[in-house]
């Protein structure tokens, strides 16, 4: 397996570069976590085109050619300590086969962000290199729990992540352990059959989502199982499953873990003898905890469950 590199720590008064890869976003939505970031002693800087617009049946925050550009200057200049996404939304497929990585590797930095930015974050890993799915900026200006940001702090200071969380009755008992790949699944579902896909063998799997129909969340699972990757995957971990269904008829839909959304895909495991931990407070939720993608970790599911992180 592939060793995985890990960014160095931030020091104070480190450059965090502030892009958007994917849906436009107003300044004044980005205004609470920019000040977040400088209580913390590190200094934002947008990118050119953070606040651009452009309509091509979405609101992207600009063209193809601008976000190339953003996301490029981000990964690549030297005075760049690290990379904080705005939002996802859609776009960021449209950069793959034009992220340049050459200064990157000389100098890795931690690249945070979750849902779109799913796409980008396989492109690192297949490369070698470690990324955040955590909080965007975004997020902080309709209100998300203190640890969603605080725990992204702490990656970046150079601590490690353990989870501890009281049995679900979904979950699936048992132990294993492996690197963490995933991340939003419609991001990996649209990645399968693509040199951008994640690799899974003997990996653990990490899905979230928000806003699909049940029977789109039911298909996306079973090309996943179609595809070979619950036949090769050593554990899962289901993240939030929000705004699933329609809003009139689903009682549950407001809710971050929707119980039918776990049905489905309880159905669709059952059959594979890794153990599953849902609940897992990542995702398009209040309490977004971060996932360092690329970790090796450990998945403990019984009484209580954990996840610690080894690397």
């Known amino acids: 397996m592939k060793s995985i590199i890990f960014p160095k720590s931030l020091k104070k008064a480190d450059k965090i570069a502030i892009i958007s890869p994917a849906g436009s976003v107003e300044e004044s939505q980005l205004q609470n976590t920019l000040d977040l970031i ?3 002693g590190y200094e934002p800087i947008l990118g050119q085109y953070t606040l651009e617009k452009f309509q091509d049946g979405y609101s ?11 996301i490029n200057w981000a990964l690549n200049d030297p005075e760049i300590n690290a990379i904080w996404t705005t939002r996802g939304g859609y776009g960021c497929q449209h950069l793959l086969e034009h992220i340049k990585l050459t200064d990157f590797k000389k100098n890795p930095k931690w690249y945070i962000g979750y849902s779109d ?3 980008v ?3 690192l890993l297949k490369k070698g290199f470690a990324s955040v799915h955590g909080q965007t900026l975004k997020t902080s200006s ?8 605080d725990l992204v702090f702490d990656i970046l200071k150079g601590k490690k992540l353990n989870y501890t969380f009281k049995s679900n009755d979904f979950n699936k008992k048992g132990n294993t352990d492996g690197q963490i790949v995933g991340g939003n699944l419609a991001l990996i579902y649209a990645l399968l059959g693509s040199k951008y896909s994640f690799d899974f063998k003997d990996k653990i799997l990490l899905i979230e989502d928000i806003g699909e129909n049940f029977y789109a969340l039911d298909r996306m699972l079973m090309s996943l199982e179609l595809a070979g990757v619950f036949s090769k995957i050593n554990g899962l971990i289901v993240g939030g499953m929000t705004n699933m269904g329609k809003e009139g008829e689903n009682k ?10 776990y049905h489905l895909i309880e159905h669709r495991v059952k059959g594979y003898n890794f153990p599953v931990l849902y609940e897992f407070p990542n995702g398009h939720i209040f309490d977004n905890r971060p996932i360092i993608l690329g970790a ?3 998945l403990n599911i ?5 996840v610690i992180f080894k690397s």
């Open 252 to 261: 549950a839909f407001e809710e971050s873990f929707d119980p039918f959304a």
């Open 117 to 119: 930015n799913t796409a």
């Open 60 to 70: 992207y925050a600009g063209n193809e050619e601008q976000r190339i550009s953003d």
């Open 142 to 149: 309709f209100g998300v729990s203190e640890e969603s940001y």
């Open 296 to 298: 090796e970790v450990e």
């Open 302 to 306: 019984g009484k209580k469950s954990e």
């Open 38 to 40: 400088i209580s913390k």
């Open 121 to 123: 974050q396989s492109l």
